[in-house]
């Protein structure tokens, strides 16, 4: 499942609240791939969403289902025997898992016949599902796929099998025949409905009795349509040997016409190297008919967004400001990098062909009615570009381009002015109030390089992706020392491509130092298995170090749980062994194998107060805990920090917060002061924020609820916007960038004056260099005017 899937939806208005089943052709974090199948709708057609990331839409499901106390309605999922792993997982994030019914498809204990049985055909369970009321109108089989050379156990994974899906709409009864009921004698009335009904009557006339096959025709043969995943050509080798596919072969000798079951639709969700190989190509001949459509291939010169509306705003920013904004990727995110506009598989000496087309979004194959059986193309979205999205903000606010002129000159400042800016703060008299002492630039500005620090807003949003933000993350560029991550909500890696393009996203994954996660909601961190399973493919056969992840116990326990499913190549530490206390604790632990080594060279009854002070000494953190806490401080060394502090915030139970600190420079001989960063987490304005802010020079603060809503913001453990920036002007922060906004608020809320002088709001890909700062602010009123008159749904 395509992380993204929830703000594809909202784009184009798909209701998940009708999924009540998810099939998976695999488990795995690059793609638990499969197709959600709409309850009463797979009839009409089949919607072509190449879709990852099961656990965020799990929880949205989940959510829906339990509307009520009394609901008994749940959603069920269905794939390979490593289902329950990923499930199991899942539980100790997804509320309501009652509400999710999870059916392993198993394999069999025959599954290897000399190479020929290797593949499976294994009901859905259909008696239960028409039992329930469900799949009314189609039956969904499934034929497992696991390369025989793997059935011995020695190398065999859970991991290595793969589902294909044969779906089946129920046959329609033939036309009822008028003039063939007159031949039997019959007369109008309630006879011809019994007939239809499949009951069969005494003809009114004739001494006969009339069946149903007299005087209806031949029932019209339910459309069928093959989903197939095959990650590896093992898998399709296995493909082709199996014989519960035989039935639908068009070439099958042991085939007549009238038995043949006529396959009209393929979805390939196999990568275009299998695709493309000789044993793929020769399983697709077998199929006359099929409309082949490849999901996993790029459409060549693609510049469509995938996410329209998100893409339009992110466009227009760019156009007003390119410095905080820069110009978003609108290409497509495949997983493969093969352009096939029109797919062609010719094999020499061979006349035959297999033709095919690459998918795109919203592409649909109708099934029903049978006269519009085939392609719609109805809903594919027309070639949107930049130059279309500009054009259109110029039509609607003309005066926007003068607007970016004028943005434009804050970055072609004069030197004196900056300096002048220094020598002012220099010459200010504190007046013992932090919250005066905002206005001034702090010393960490002075001189500072653009590869210093960037802070790229990857999710602005909060609780589920909508179509404007996506939900919370945020990347520390720290250019030539790497890079940090707080928070990792569903979309954090289509994000990081859609602002640094594919091979960039991949260089700032292989570059993390670490992840951080504030609390368990998955709303910051279901994207995290997918980070982690990029950088470990990424830096596969290539020395390094496993990464390291900071959070909360339950998001440790999650990770314990997918490693079953597949090594993360990652290492846990728990937040609560980041706090100032537990640094101290190291320091500590340090202090005794100091005081260790030194016993060395004395006699024990010289060392009895040596003794006495370790003792007293002896840290409260699991020793493992301050093992990775030495690393994590070499880590933090490479990266140029010397604070990395989790302090506890009022929201859920075990929520944090962080502060960034980095390493003093010289500049011209004199020693200038690291940069203060503090990020909030989720929470309630309180102490604890307050006081990790004091000096900081950016406070990062979740500003959930509008000031009207107050009430709200208490209930839920949020912070209203108001709140938010009275946070940093209490502690005195230099600049406060409020995120993590309610998806009912994709514009800029209202903000007073005095706000405005050291406030920002932030948006999806937005991109602050540390020495951007000084004229953060300037920007509200130009967001203001970007916005005030579209409106946005």
Same mark, same amino acid.
């Given at each position: 499942?395509?992380?993204?899937?929830?703000?594809?939806?909202?784009?184009?208005?798909?209701?998940?609240?009708?999924?009540?089943?998810?099939?998976?052709?695999?488990?795995?974090?690059?793609?638990?791939?499969?197709?959600?199948?709409?309850?009463?709708?797979?009839?009409?057609?089949?919607?072509?969403?190449?879709?990852?990331?099961? *656990?965020?839409? #799990? !929880? @949205?499901?989940?959510?829906?289902?339990? &509307? /009520?106390?009394? $609901?008994?309605?749940?959603?069920? =999922?269905?794939?390979?025997?490593?289902?329950?792993?990923?499930?199991?997982?899942?539980?100790?994030?997804?509320?309501?898992?009652?509400?999710?019914?999870?059916?392993?498809?198993?394999?069999?204990?025959?599954?290897?016949?000399?190479?020929?049985?290797?593949?499976?055909?294994?009901?859905?369970?259909?008696?239960?599902?028409?039992?329930?009321?469900?799949?009314?109108?189609?039956?969904? *089989?499934?034929? #497992? !796929? @696991?390369?025989?050379?793997?059935?011995? &156990? /020695?190398?065999? $994974?859970?991991?290595?099998?793969? =589902?294909?899906?044969?779906?089946?709409?129920?046959?329609?009864?033939?036309?009822?025949?008028?003039?063939?009921?007159?031949?039997?004698?019959?007369?109008?009335?309630?006879?011809?409905?019994?007939?239809?009904?499949?009951?069969?009557?005494?003809?009114?006339?004739?001494?006969?009795?009339?069946?149903?096959?007299?005087?209806?025709?031949?029932?019209?043969?339910?459309?069928?349509?093959?989903?197939?995943?095959?990650? @590896?050509?093992?898998?399709?080798?296995?493909?082709?040997?199996?014989?519960?596919?035989?039935?639908?072969?068009?070439?099958?000798?042991?085939?007549?016409?009238?038995?043949?079951?006529?396959?009209?639709?393929?979805?390939?969700?196999?990568?275009?190297?299998?695709?493309?190989?000789?044993?793929?190509?020769?399983?697709?001949?077998?199929?006359?008919?099929?409309?082949?459509?490849?999901?996993?291939?790029?459409?060549?010169?693609?510049?469509?967004?995938?996410?329209?509306?998100?893409?339009?705003?992110?466009?227009?920013?760019?156009?007003?400001?390119?410095?905080?904004?820069?110009?978003?990727?609108?290409?497509?995110?495949?997983?493969?990098?093969?352009?096939?506009?029109?797919?062609?598989?010719?094999?020499?000496?061979?006349?035959?062909?297999?033709?095919?087309?690459?998918?795109?979004?919203?592409?649909?194959?109708?099934?029903?009615?049978?006269?519009?059986?085939?392609?719609?193309?109805?809903?594919?979205?027309?070639?949107?570009?930049?130059?279309?999205?500009?054009?259109?903000?110029?039509?609607?606010?003309?005066?926007?381009?003068?607007?970016?002129?004028?943005?434009?000159?804050?970055?072609?400042?004069?030197?004196?002015?900056?300096?002048?800016?220094?020598?002012?703060?220099?010459?200010?008299?504190?007046?013992?109030?932090?919250?005066?002492?905002?206005?001034?630039?702090?010393?960490?500005?002075?001189?500072?390089?653009?590869?210093?620090?960037?802070?790229?807003?990857?999710?602005?949003?909060?609780?589920?992706?909508?179509?404007?933000?996506?939900?919370?993350?945020?990347?520390?560029?720290?250019?030539?020392?790497?890079?940090?991550?707080?928070?990792?909500?569903?979309?954090?890696?289509?994000?990081?491509?859609?602002?640094?393009?594919?091979?960039?996203?991949?260089?700032?994954?292989?570059?993390?130092?670490?992840?951080?996660?504030?609390?368990?909601?998955?709303?910051?961190?279901?994207?995290?298995?997918?980070?982690?399973?990029?950088?470990?493919?990424?830096?596969?056969?290539?020395?390094?170090?496993?990464?390291?992840?900071?959070?909360?116990?339950?998001?440790?326990?999650?990770?314990?749980?997918?490693?079953?499913?597949?090594?993360?190549?990652?290492?846990?530490?728990?937040?609560?062994?980041?706090?100032?206390?537990?640094?101290?604790?190291?320091?500590?632990?340090?202090?005794?194998?100091?005081?260790?080594?030194?016993?060395?060279?004395?006699?024990?009854?010289?060392?009895?107060?040596?003794?006495?002070?370790?003792?007293?000494?002896?840290?409260?953190?699991?020793?493992?805990?301050?093992?990775?806490?030495?690393?994590?401080?070499?880590?933090?060394?490479?990266?140029?920090?010397?604070?990395?502090?989790?302090?506890?915030?009022?929201?859920?139970?075990?929520?944090?917060?962080?502060?960034?600190?980095?390493?003093?420079?010289?500049?011209?001989?004199?020693?200038?002061?690291?940069?203060?960063?503090?990020?909030?987490?989720?929470?309630?304005?309180?102490?604890?924020?307050?006081?990790?802010?004091?000096?900081?020079?950016?406070?990062?603060?979740?500003?959930?609820?509008?000031?009207?809503?107050?009430?709200?913001?208490?209930?839920?453990?949020?912070?209203?916007?108001?709140?938010?920036?009275?946070?940093?002007?209490?502690?005195?922060?230099?600049?406060?960038?409020?995120?993590?906004?309610?998806?009912?608020?994709?514009?800029?809320?209202?903000?007073?004056?005095?706000?405005?002088?050291r406030t920002c709001i932030a948006f999806d890909l937005m991109s602050v260099n540390l020495a951007d700062l000084p004229v953060l602010p300037k920007l509200l009123p130009y967001l203001k005017l970007l916005f005030r008159t579209r409106e946005l749904i």
């Open positions: 499942m395509l992380q993204g899937l929830q703000r594809f939806c909202a784009e184009h208005k798909i209701k998940l609240s009708q999924v009540d089943h998810i099939c998976l052709t695999r488990v795995c974090s690059e793609t638990a791939g499969g197709l959600p199948v709409p309850k009463n709708q797979i009839s009409q057609e089949i919607i072509l969403l190449m879709i990852q990331g099961v *656990s965020g839409l #799990l !929880l @949205t499901l989940a959510g829906i289902k339990n &509307g /009520s106390p009394e $609901s008994t309605e749940h959603v069920d =999922i269905w794939g390979p025997p490593n289902l329950d792993l990923l499930v199991n997982a899942m539980k100790n994030f997804v509320p309501h898992a009652t509400m999710v019914k999870a059916h392993i498809i198993p394999r069999s204990d025959n599954v290897m016949v000399h190479g020929n049985g290797a593949a499976l055909a294994s009901s859905l369970h259909a008696e239960e599902l028409q039992a329930e009321g469900k799949f009314k109108a189609v039956s969904i *089989s499934a034929i #497992l !796929l @696991t390369p025989t050379d793997l059935l011995d &156990g /020695s190398h065999f $994974s859970s991991n290595d099998t793969s =589902i294909v899906y044969i779906c089946n709409l129920h046959d329609i009864r033939g036309e009822f025949d008028p003039r063939k009921a007159k031949a039997c004698g019959l007369k109008k009335g309630r006879k011809l409905g019994q007939l239809q009904n499949g009951i069969s009557v005494k003809s009114d006339l004739l001494d006969i009795e009339v069946h149903p096959d007299d005087v209806i025709g031949p029932p019209i043969p339910g459309p069928i349509v093959l989903i197939v995943d095959c990650p @590896t050509e093992p898998h399709a080798q296995e493909l082709l040997s199996a014989q519960a596919l035989n039935a639908y072969y068009s070439d099958s000798q042991s085939n007549s016409p009238e038995t043949t079951k006529v396959v009209n639709c393929i979805i390939h969700l196999s990568p275009a190297t299998v695709v493309s190989s000789p044993v793929y190509e020769r399983w697709m001949r077998k199929f006359d008919s099929a409309q082949h459509i490849m999901a996993r291939t790029t459409r060549e010169h693609e510049t469509t967004p995938i996410l329209e509306s998100s893409a339009r705003i992110a466009t227009r920013l760019h156009y007003l400001c390119p410095q905080l904004f820069p110009a978003p990727s609108l290409l497509s995110v495949q997983n493969d990098g093969v352009a096939a506009p029109n797919f062609k598989v010719q094999v020499e000496g061979s006349i035959s062909k297999v033709c095919g087309i690459s998918a795109e979004n919203l592409l649909k194959f109708t099934l029903r009615p049978p006269r519009r059986l085939g392609l719609d193309r109805s809903s594919v979205q027309n070639q949107m570009t930049s130059s279309v999205f500009i054009k259109e903000l110029l039509s609607e606010i003309p005066e926007i381009a003068d607007a970016a002129k004028n943005m434009s000159t804050f970055w072609h400042k004069p030197k004196e002015d900056e300096a002048e800016l220094f020598t002012r703060q220099d010459s200010e008299v504190m007046t013992g109030d932090p919250s005066l002492a905002g206005h001034a630039a702090p010393r960490c500005m002075k001189n500072v390089q653009r590869d210093d620090l960037e802070i790229v807003f990857l999710g602005t949003g909060s609780s589920i992706p909508s179509k404007y933000r996506n939900v919370s993350s945020i990347y520390f560029n720290l250019f030539s020392k790497g890079g940090l991550l707080l928070d990792c909500g569903e979309g954090t890696l289509a994000q990081l491509k859609r602002r640094y393009g594919i091979n960039g996203a991949d260089s700032a994954v292989r570059n993390l130092k670490c992840i951080w996660i504030s609390h368990i909601h998955a709303d910051h961190h279901a994207g995290l298995a997918r980070i982690l399973a990029l950088r470990r493919d990424l830096l596969k056969g290539v020395p390094h170090e496993p990464m390291l992840v900071i959070g909360p116990e339950q998001v440790g326990e999650f990770l314990k749980d997918y490693k079953k499913l597949e090594d993360l190549d990652m290492l846990f530490l728990d937040c609560r062994s980041t706090t100032v206390a537990k640094w101290d604790d190291m320091e500590a632990d340090s202090m005794n194998d100091e005081s260790r080594d030194h016993t060395v060279l004395t006699s024990l009854s010289e060392d009895s107060s040596l003794l006495r002070c370790s003792k007293r000494m002896k840290p409260s953190t699991p020793v493992d805990d301050i093992k990775l806490l030495k690393r994590f401080k070499k880590v933090l060394s490479e990266a140029g920090l010397v604070r990395f502090i989790s302090f506890p915030v009022v929201h859920c139970p075990e929520a944090f917060g962080i502060i960034l600190e980095s390493a003093e420079r010289m500049n011209c001989g004199t020693v200038v002061p690291g940069w203060k960063v503090v990020y909030s987490g989720d929470t309630r304005p309180c102490s604890e924020v307050i006081e990790a802010s004091l000096g900081a020079t950016i406070l990062i603060h979740e500003a959930t609820f509008e000031d009207g809503l107050l009430e709200e913001a208490i209930t839920r453990n949020h912070s209203t916007i108001k709140e938010a920036i009275e946070v940093g002007r209490s502690a005195g922060a230099y600049r406060i960038i409020l995120t993590h906004f309610s998806q009912r608020y994709p514009k800029v809320p209202a903000l007073d004056e005095v706000s405005i002088q």
